[in-house]
C-alpha cells in the first residue's frame, strides 16, 4: 500500500514514515516552542535553567569553588559596590538572561534564599541597574571580592571571605 503525503502529492515510504523535509520543519516547530516557553519563564525556573547547576537547588555554592548565594546576596545589596559585584561576576555578566529576567531572578533570589539579609531600606535590582552595570566584567573576582566584603564588613554583617 502506497500512502499519499498530504502536503505534497507524493509518496509517503513504507510504514507511514514522514519525509525528511516534514521531520526537519517538525524539529524546528518543536525546538521553537521550546524555547518560547523558556522565554516566558518566571524567575524560579530561570534559576533552574540557568543558575542551579553550579550554584545549587538552595543556592547554597560549592564550598571552595562556587559561592553560596543564600544568606549572602542580601548582605551584597546594602552597598553600591556589592550590588556593582554582584552584576559583574562571571555568571551575571555572561548570562544569557535579559537584563529584566537577570533581576528577577536575583531579586527572587534575595527575597527566597537571604530574605534574613535582606532589609527593607535595601533596594531590589531594576533591569536598568542591571544595563548599567553588568556588561562590563570584572578583571579579577576574587580581588573584587574581598574588596566588596572588606567594606561591607564594616558597615555591618558581611558574607564570608571564603567559599
Not at 550590588?83 to 531579586?107: C, E, F, K, M, T
Amino acid at each position: 500500500m502506497t500512502l499519499v503525503s498530504p502536503s505534497r502529492d507524493r509518496p509517503v515510504a513504507e510504514g507511514g514514515a514522514l519525509p525528511r523535509k516534514c521531520l526537519r520543519r517538525f524539529l524546528l516547530a518543536a525546538a521553537a516552542s521550546a524555547l518560547t516557553v523558556t522565554a516566558n519563564a518566571g524567575p524560579a525556573q530561570d534559576y533552574m535553567l540557568y543558575c542551579m547547576g553550579c550554584h545549587g537547588a538552595q543556592a547554597e555554592g560549592v564550598p571552595e569553588k562556587v559561592p553560596p548565594l543564600a544568606h549572602a546576596l542580601g548582605l551584597y545589596m546594602r552597598t553600591p559596590a556589592g550590588r556593582n559585584y554582584i552584576l559583574r561576576v562571571p555568571g551575571a555578566a555572561n548570562s544569557v538572561l535579559s537584563d529584566a529576567q537577570l533581576a528577577a531572578v536575583l531579586n527572587w533570589l534575595a527575597q527566597t534564599f537571604a530574605a534574613d539579609e535582606l532589609s527593607s531600606t535595601v533596594p531590589l535590582f531594576t533591569p536598568e541597574e542591571v544595563t548599567g552595570s553588568r556588561h562590563s566584567p570584572l578583571a579579577s573576582v576574587l580581588t573584587a571580592r574581598r574588596e566588596v566584603i572588606r567594606e561591607l564588613a564594616t558597615t555591618g554583617p558581611a558574607p564570608s571571605t571564603n567559599y
